[in-house]
Nanobody, 114 residues
Framework: QVQFVESGGGLVQPGGSLTLSCTAS????????AAWARQAPGKQREYIARASKYGSTLYAESVKGRFTIPRDDAKNTLYLQMNNLKTEDTATYYC????????WGQGTQVTVSS
């Protein structure tokens, strides 16, 4: 089973940018659809972006046009580039295989606040 470790979260002002990283072990190449999800306080975890091993991507409406999900299989890393951040983007961010039934990692906290 592939394990994921997220990093790169922090505090950022509205309108700012942040890039999250997710390292997969032993490798991400075996994952057809790798995804980022987030969970805000009091809300359910939701998928916000996914990237296939063939290069296609898909985004939730809430982040479309602001977030991108580069995937580097050679580095076993999935990224989430976040621009024009809003206060409603505040959440713990996780990466995993899309629609996984497996365990989730610790996630990385993103707080958007002035």
């Amino acid at each position: 089973q592939v394990q994921f470790v997220e990093s790169g979260g922090g505090l950022v002002q509205p309108g700012g940018s942040l890039t999250l990283s997710c390292t997969a072990s032993p490798n991400i190449a075996s994952i057809d659809l790798a995804a980022w999800a987030r969970q805000a306080p009091g809300k359910q975890r939701e998928y916000i972006a996914r990237a296939s091993k063939y290069g296609s991507t898909l985004y939730a409406e809430s982040v479309k046009g602001r977030f991108t999900i580069p995937r580097d299989d050679a580095k076993n890393t999935l990224y989430l580039q976040m621009n024009n951040l809003k206060t409603e983007d505040t959440a713990t961010y996780y990466c995993n295989e899309y629609n996984t039934l497996g365990n989730w990692g610790q996630g990385t906290q993103v707080t958007v606040s002035s």
